[in-house]
């Protein structure tokens, strides 16, 4: 077995208050990440890092995924050119889900459906989308 | 067994671009969200809803969710004052997560941790955590 690549916090103090990084992946291996434009303050995407795409992203500094439906490590805009260069990362309280301050490349564009940031859909008066930028 | 809160979208075309609500809850009910202030653009937190939450949110304009923790509804604000009044509700490209603009109420806080914002740490060049507004 190889080693962790982060460590685990010993108690909620340390998890929440520490200044060791010390993700708590969830039963599948992954925390939830946010990728928010960095100069808009626009959120564009809601995605899922594995331990190893975190410790990509923390050392490039560009924002890599693992992706649920292909079950596999994702370099965000390696097909696309859509690439994330990632300005700040932060953790939340419990150490489950970080926050990235993104500039994306390309287009300028987050979303494989085309537009600029993946919620694109406003949840309106009758509970019915609309597309809205 | 009584009647699903959302519909199940048929294909891809109507998950991305159709006009129902249909989220894409995932093994154990749950769908991301994410709180961002509708007036200063901060990301507060990342929480869980299962479809009675989300319905609550669009239904009542307040922000709930689901603890995975205490297992249980939790309606955001209910003991600390914080409730989040939602500006706006969106969904993402495949439905898997909502964005919420809230207002929080109370201290105008989100965070159990006494911050502002769950993410009040940034990862540093070494990888270690350091606080930060």
Redesign the interface.
């Known amino acids: 077995m190889s080693e962790p690549l982060f460590p685990t916090a010993a108690d909620t103090a340390s998890l ?6 010390a993700p708590r992946f969830d039963a599948n291996g992954l925390v ?1 990440a ?1 990728a ?1 434009h960095a100069d808009t ?3 564009l ?2 995605a899922w890092m594995n331990a190893e795409a975190l410790k990509l992203t ?1 050392d490039t500094g560009q924002a890599h995924y693992f992706s649920r439906s292909r079950n596999a490590l994702w370099k965000k805009g390696e097909t696309s050119g859509q690439l994330q260069d990632v300005v ?7 150490q489950d ?1 970080v ?1 990235m301050k993104v500039r994306p490349r390309g287009d300028g564009g987050a ?3 085309g ?1 600029r940031s ?6 309106v008066q009758d ?5 809205r930028p």
């Open positions: 929440e208050r520490g200044a060791a990084l939830a946010i928010q303050g626009e959120v995407m809601l923390v700040e990362l932060r953790v939340d309280c419990d889900a926050l979303c494989h459906v537009f993946c919620f694109y859909r406003v949840v509970g019915s989308l609309e597309e």
